[in-house]
């Protein structure tokens, strides 16, 4: 694929969907440019609209690489959603153990929890699959509902903060424990994990020996094996630096948005972060892109409901069709010719002839 | 989809007929679920409906908000970009930070949660709580899974062991004893609130135990009842009416009558009232008496004498003759729940910390 392709086939893509999905607001009685229109309003059309479509991107962010670095090894992860909690509840535990140091010092043992359980709940994954034979997507998506129900276990018991009645929820952290917000906007700190996390995961494929070595691994495991590049190892950091992401945006769900672990934890920026990773076709700079895209629809979601009257699953209904064809352009590339396009390949058979 | 009576309709009409009036009041409101759940959600978005006979009110509303930072950017763009003056978070999770700090940034703006824990003097002032007590409905649905059961086994298939669940559990079924002693409740936990699946695979093995009645406390016991009528046993229902889920078997349930609440707070708003200044109560919590809550219409396998015992029920409840938490009660595992010669009375805080299950109950309280 070259360069413009890269560009154009995913942008024909998007075109194509939003033209499928016109169709379907049209048949709900809605003028679909008017809907689009809101869309833009509500997601990017003021420095508000911006806000909001920051706030909601940032877990997207992190969620996203979840999916996206070990594909990048080969390994399909979708269990963003377990890592999420298990990081979420590995900082609240992390944090509550440190009430008592300095803000910044408890903050950061909250982080290193949190990339800790993510990331070995990931890893743990991607090595069943690597040794045993076991399917990552299926372990991971079986291990997220482990994962919720050791949340529920432990918030509804040992961690429980028993004036918590109705809503279990742990301990809350203390105020000055807690991330904070971007002077005079409603976006919070956690924002900043996720782009580093991107840029980060960005030079560590692009431009390090190890990211080489697990783009091998992901193109061809054989040719890895070979060549002598240690396989198992490499999968296996690749699962743990994903599940580190996620478990950084469950982390950043306690400390910045509710200030304890509570079931909110498991909101569902986990699944959203595997159609992120999909549409950003695995890459690090396209997962800021694509979350900002998605931070965006989410954040139209409740202004179509509002303002035309649309059901509250039309968002997801765009997502998913959106989805499909981005997914639909990946297979179907190369295999129809174009009678305008004189490639390469049809030039040389002209000769032939 | 159920169809709307004619009182229905005919209000509707006037509704649409009368002439909307330039600057209404407007206001927010936000579910956690779908809007069409028969359940939860559903029976806030009945009580909205309720504020479209005033003409001077415009209702917004989200559904499927999740208890995140959505929920507050939610708000804040029905503040902003609808111009409300008064939001109605529905859900208990958006109350602790959303809704806290939504009041705080929009001091001007009205704050109303349902359920949620004031605390004074740590929460601003602009926030309103609202809420209703169940108990009493519930308990007069047990009397006739009471008396309609045949195996006096009954079945309750519950989300979670939190005091709200456990007050439900224990007044069904002491109203199902009340009128038949031998009636115990089989209790199953399926730890989260819409898990479906989960709740019709308890819902099946609970009817394969012997139970002849089926209810419980999820989202939406939709699935309960459903599966309570496909397997041939009676069903009642909770938080909405779930009569078309079960068309022979369907007895009564206890639903919320949010609408009540909804319409005298936009009446209280109109005048001009806010809770900042007091003049709207902090706290708004009604029994089956203040119309919160009120008892599903009953299916057609409800005799007349069934109907005779709970109407008598009903009226001492209204009366204040009968007190469901009476004591003595026993907790099922010997303890003693309330001691004899203590009344609760349903407003009493003491309920709200409840972490006990009564006797008669076949299930465990602690998580």
């Known amino acids: 694929m070259t360069r413009t392709e890269a560009i154009l086939v995913p942008l024909s893509a998007i075109l194509a969907a939003m033209l499928v999905f016109g169709i379907f607001v049209a048949t709900l009685g809605v003028n679909p440019l008017l809907v689009y229109g809101s869309i833009y309003k509500a997601a990017f059309g003021s420095w508000y609209s911006w806000q909001n479509t920051l706030v909601r991107a940032s877990p997207l962010l992190l969620t996203g690489l979840c999916t996206a670095i070990p594909a990048r090894a080969g390994i399909i992860v979708i269990g963003n959603e377990g890592a999420v909690v298990v990081g979420g509840l590995g900082a609240v535990v992390g944090g509550l153990a440190t009430l008592s140091f300095p803000p910044f010092l408890s903050l950061t043992v909250m982080v290193l929890c949190a990339m800790l359980c993510g990331g070995l709940w990931i890893a743990f994954c991607v090595v069943l699959q690597h040794y045993r034979g076991v399917n990552a997507v299926i372990s991971g998506l079986l291990l997220s509902y482990l994962a919720i129900a050791l949340m529920n276990q432990l918030i509804e018991g040992p961690l429980r903060d028993p004036s918590s009645l109705n809503s279990p929820a742990t301990y809350p952290l203390t105020p000055d424990h807690r991330l904070g917000y971007f002077s005079g906007t409603h976006i919070h700190h956690g924002l900043i994990f996720g782009i580093v996390a991107c840029l980060a995961a960005w030079f560590l494929i692009q431009r390090t020996t190890f990211g080489f070595a697990m783009k091998v691994c992901g193109g061809n495991v054989r040719a890895a094996q070979l060549s002598g590049l240690p396989v198992g190892k490499l999968v296996a950091m690749a699962g743990f630096l994903g599940g580190a992401s996620a478990g950084i945006a469950g982390m950043i769900e306690v400390a910045a948005v509710h200030g304890r672990a509570n079931e909110s934890l498991n909101a569902g920026y986990g699944y959203v972060g595997i159609l992120v990773a999909f549409l950003a076709r695995q890459s690090p700079l396209g997962v800021i892109l694509i979350s900002l895209l998605m931070g965006g629809l989410l954040a139209s979601g409740g202004m179509l409901q509002r303002a035309h009257d649309l059901p509250d699953a039309t968002i997801a209904v765009l997502e998913g069709i959106l989805f499909l064809f981005i997914l639909l352009s990946d297979t179907l590339y190369g295999r129809f010719r174009f009678p305008w396009v004189r490639s390469g390949e049809t030039k040389a058979d002209a000769v032939a002839v | ?367």
């Open chain 2, 1 to 367: 989809m159920r169809m709307p009576s004619r009182r229905e309709v005919l209000a509707g009409l006037a509704g649409a007929a009368m002439p909307r009036v330039a600057n209404p009041i407007v206001v927010g409101f936000l579910y956690n679920g779908p809007k069409n759940d028969l359940g939860y959600n559903q029976s806030h978005v009945e009580g909205r409906q309720a504020l479209g006979s005033l003409p001077w009110v415009r209702a917004v509303e989200e559904a499927n908000v999740p208890e995140t930072v959505a929920a507050e950017e939610s708000m804040r763009d029905m503040i902003f970009q609808d111009r409300a003056t008064a939001i109605f978070a529905t859900s208990f999770g958006y109350y602790d930070p959303f809704t806290v700090d939504m009041a705080r940034e929009n001091p001007g703006v009205q704050f109303f949660h349902c359920g949620g824990l004031y605390e004074e003097g740590k929460h601003p002032k602009n926030i309103g709580i609202y809420f209703g007590f169940i108990d009493e409905v519930e308990y007069l649905s047990g009397m006739l899974a009471g008396l309609a059961t045949r195996t006096n086994k009954l079945g309750f298939v519950a989300a979670k062991p939190i005091p709200q669940v456990l007050r439900n559990i224990n007044s069904f079924t002491l109203g199902a004893r009340s009128v038949n002693p031998k009636a115990t409740t089989k209790v199953v936990f399926t730890g989260d609130w819409v898990l479906p699946v989960r709740e019709a695979e308890a819902s099946s093995s609970l009817v394969d135990q012997g139970i002849d009645v089926l209810t419980g406390h999820t989202g939406s016991p939709r699935v309960i009842v459903q599966t309570a009528e496909r397997r041939g046993v009676y069903g009642c229902g909770y938080q909405f009416n779930q009569s078309s889920m079960a068309p022979h078997g369907f007895l009564t349930g206890a639903e919320w009558a949010w609408g009540t609440v909804y319409v005298r707070i936009a009446q209280m708003l109109h005048q001009g009232r806010s809770v900042t200044n007091g003049a709207i109560p902090r706290r708004l919590a009604g029994t089956l008496r203040d119309e919160f809550c009120k008892l599903s219409p009953y299916g057609p396998a409800v005799t007349e004498s069934w109907r005779a015992r709970v109407a008598s029920a009903k009226a001492a409840i209204l009366d204040g003759s009968l007190e469901i938490y009476r004591g003595p009660l026993r907790t099922n595992n010997g303890g003693i729940a309330i001691p004899a010669g203590k009344v609760l009375k349903i407003e009493d805080v003491e309920l709200d910390r409840m972490d006990w299950l009564v006797e008669g109950v076949d299930g465990r309280a602690g998580g």
